[in-house]
């Protein structure tokens, strides 16, 4: 008889990914002792995970809020979906480039608290128009850190807008190598691209090597005036240094996708609420990616991305 399993859901999860599950598994927020879990971005640390569960989906690419060396001493593979959100995430990269150079986020704000009655509103139009220009992305030089899948793709859409790149990875694939546009140059060093970078984006997973990975140390060696973009891992980023450095006017501004009581609403911020891989493609491109995983390692015991 063909199985009958019990998969927990823990987030929302894409209906496209959730079809590719057979109809005879059971799927719910409430099943209690599921064989396996499908999440998103969930905290699984600190949940009491049943002893029935033998995988975990993660409908993403950061694998950080899933207890994963427990799960391993278990012999639960969690699998994730690397690159299936990697476009999502580099249009929103380059929106926050954006925002950062031509002064949005201030420029919305003076706008929306416009009072269109006010007869010298012409005027103040023109005042917004001169305090908010900005300057234009071709011709800056941009440095990624992780030359991942985002990495690589963010490093392509710069060199076509016409920026400077500069790209470190220690660990970089043979395959990520070949992807990478050969206008990137090669850096040896997370400072080498601090030296010459005036945006900095930020393309590596929170694991201890890249826990702080910019710091009081090293946020002083970046240019002047240098915007910092952090849609990787909140905690790859120290916020105490990030507002120091804001305060003496030496990062110009940062770029995150992680809104926290330490950062939020301070001068020179720009957070969003983790909204790189929030697109309906990208949504369902990760789970279907981990529902066909999920779904091979069930029923063939195959292992893919573990
Ligand atoms: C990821 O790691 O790919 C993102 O955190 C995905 C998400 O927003 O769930």
Not at 94 to 123: C, H, Q, S, Y
Not at 220 to 238: P, Q, W
Not at 251 to 270: E, M, Q
Not at 275 to 282: C, D, I, R, V, Y
């Amino acid at each position: 008889m063909a199985n009958q399993f019990q998969i927990l859901i823990l987030n929302q999860i894409s209906a496209t990914g959730l079809k590719r599950l057979p109809e005879r598994y059971t799927t719910g927020k409430d099943i209690k002792a599921p064989d396996a879990v499908l999440v998103r971005s969930a905290d699984m640390h600190g949940m009491d995970i049943p002893a029935s569960v033998r995988a975990i989906g993660r409908a993403g690419a950061g694998t950080n809020n899933i207890p994963v060396k427990a799960m391993s001493q278990r012999g639960v593979p969690v699998f994730n979906a690397p690159g299936a959100n990697a476009n999502a995430v580099k249009e929103l990269v380059l929106v926050g480039m954006l925002l950062a150079a031509r002064n949005i986020a201030g420029a919305l704000d003076f706008v929306a608290k416009l009072d269109t009655a006010d007869p010298e509103m012409d005027r103040k139009v023109e005042d917004g128009k001169k305090s908010f220009a900005g300057y234009e992305l071709a011709g800056q030089t941009l440095g990624i850190i992780g030359l991942g899948k985002i990495g690589c793709l963010v490093a392509d859409a710069a060199i076509k807008l016409g920026m400077n790149v500069y790209g470190y990875d220690p660990e970089i694939t043979v395959d990520a190598a070949w992807s990478l546009p050969s206008q990137v140059r090669k850096a040896h060093s997370v400072a080498e691209v601090l030296k010459h970078a005036q945006f900095i984006s930020l393309h590596v997973p929170l694991v201890d090597a890249t826990r702080n990975l910019i710091n009081a140390d090293n946020i002083g060696t970046m240019k002047h005036g240098a915007v910092l973009l952090n849609f990787s891992r909140e905690g790859v980023v120290n916020e105490a240094a990030v507002l120091a450095a804001l305060a003496e006017k030496k990062l110009g501004r940062y770029v995150c996708d992680f809104p926290s009581a330490a950062i939020n609403g301070r001068p020179g911020i720009i957070a969003l609420p983790h909204l790189g891989a929030s697109t309906q493609e990208a949504e369902e491109n990760c789970a279907v990616m981990v529902a066909d995983q999920l779904v091979d390692y069930l029923e063939h015991g195959n292992i893919q991305n573990a």
